[in-house]
């Protein structure tokens, strides 16, 4: 795990120097279009529970340093039950794409991607990371430039756990700095940004 904890700082470093800060805007967008604080699961953000979670873990972690934001989809099918339409997931604010991931299916070669369908974002005027999983289809690519409150995605029910029947449609967020890749609850920030 060393050998990780230090390739994570050096990247955190590429990253600084190839990306300025002063470049990207540092206002935080709520992610899901139509949307509010009160689809977060829970009570006040008690979902998130970073203990346990260890970034360099792989699937062997424990806890859900993430926020779960649910969408209106009683039967299921992917679909705003308020629009018809899927649910749109904006940036969280200014940043890079650094990685998709957009070829889940639900069979046995990718049981492995608990997220499905991806993105992560690189937010350089905050210094932080945001993962989004549970996609469905995905509208930035890796190197691309995203403004803050822009769509990149819409909602799925990619993934081991959000395909299942018993979970409810959902965008898993989840920030971590980029300094040490340590979790940060987005939970202030996104009721300040609803």
Excluded at 25 to 49: H, M, Q, T
Aim: charged share 25%.
């Amino acid at each position: 795990m060393e050998e990780g904890r230090t390739e994570i700082t050096r990247w955190a470093e590429v990253l600084r120097n190839a990306c300025s800060a002063e470049q990207f805007g540092r206002e935080i967008f709520f992610p899901l279009r139509s949307y509010s604080v009160d689809a977060i699961g829970g009570k006040n953000g008690e979902g998130y529970k970073p203990a346990g979670y260890e970034f360099l873990g792989g699937n062997r972690h424990k806890g859900h340093p993430a926020q779960d934001i649910f969408i209106y989809d009683r039967n299921q099918d992917g679909l705003d039950d308020r629009t018809g339409r899927p649910a749109e997931i904006l940036a969280l604010a200014d940043g890079v794409v650094l990685s998709t991931f957009i070829e889940w299916v639900p069979d046995e070669n990718f049981k492995h991607i608990r997220g499905g369908n991806y993105i992560w974002i690189y937010h350089p005027g905050l210094g932080i990371f945001s993962y989004y999983a549970h996609l469905q289809d995905v509208f930035v690519e890796p190197g691309a430039n995203v403004p803050g409150g822009g769509r990149i995605a819409t909602v799925g029910r990619t993934g081991t756990k959000a395909y299942a029947a018993r979970s409810p449609t959902h965008l898993h967020l989840m920030l971590l700095r980029a300094s040490d890749m340590t979790p940060v609850d987005p939970y202030l920030s996104l009721k300040k940004a609803s």
